[in-house]
């Protein structure tokens, strides 16, 4: 099972929004709604900021979105800020016998 | 609040077997839930190692099963990671998270993660 696809960096100035995606196949993301994204500053552990593809746990900020169109999920980051200038992978659910999958990453830059 | 803490020895000796545990705190273990270990190599991305369950049951990578065991001590409210016959491959940071429901990739606490290089 290879890792989910993520573009190596986005980025963008602040205030504006920026769109992360995650390519995966119809045994992964397309075929579950078992997406996560995790947000990491260096040195940090990981952060969950969306589960189940649009979900967000309490306390994170409304300005992150989760969506889904067949084996691509999306992260949108609205009103971009310097604060949110990290390390970010998606993870998947796969029916293959890795049964987790995480995203190759994704380092988005405030410009 | 919920912590979980890593612990065991940053430097491991190539062939030799990696042993880490995890200490739960704020949450009692055998109430339920899972509980996952993730590495991360310098510089690279993450990787699910495998999960147990409060009552035992264990969930492994396919790509390291034959070399991982995953325990938990109800006892001592924590679960460990084994990992024999280490490489240079095997360096990272490794975490420990709780998972509320398995494969959901879900994982809402995590442990501040712990180097382990392999060298001799």
């Known amino acids: 099972q290879s890792a989910l696809t993520q573009p190596a960096s986005v980025s963008g100035s602040p205030g504006q929004s920026v769109t992360i995606s995650c390519t995966g196949t119809?045994?992964?993301?397309?075929?579950?709604?078992?997406v996560s994204w995790y947000q990491q500053h260096p040195g940090k552990a990981p952060k969950l900021m969306i589960y189940d593809v649009i979900n967000r746990p309490s306390g994170v900020s409304n300005r992150f979105s989760g969506s889904k169109s067949g084996n691509t999920a999306s992260l949108t980051i609205s009103g971009l800020q310097a604060e949110d200038e990290a390390d970010y992978y998606c993870?998947?659910?796969?029916?293959?016998?890795?049964?987790?999958?995480f995203g190759t990453g994704t380092q988005v830059t405030v410009l | 609040q919920v912590q979980l803490q890593e612990s065991g020895p940053g430097l491991v000796k190539p062939s030799e077997t990696l042993s880490l545990t995890c200490a739960v705190s704020g949450y009692i273990i055998s109430s339920g839930y899972y509980w996952g270990w993730i590495r991360q190599p310098p510089g690279k991305g993450l990787e699910w190692i495998g999960s147990i369950y409060h009552s035992g049951s264990t969930y492994y990578n396919p790509s390291l099963k034959s070399r991982v065991t995953i325990s938990v001590d109800m006892s001592k409210n924590q679960f460990s990671l084994k990992l024999s016959s280490v490489t240079a491959a095997d360096t990272a940071v490794y975490y420990c998270?709780?998972?509320?429901?398995?494969?959901?990739?879900?994982?809402?606490?995590w442990g501040q993660g712990t180097l382990v290089t392999v060298s001799s």
């Open positions: 998270a709780r998972c509320p429901r398995f494969g959901s990739t879900i994982y809402d606490y």
């Open positions: 993870s998947s659910y796969t029916s293959s016998t890795t049964l987790e999958v």
């Open positions: 119809s045994s992964d993301v397309g075929g579950y709604n078992y």
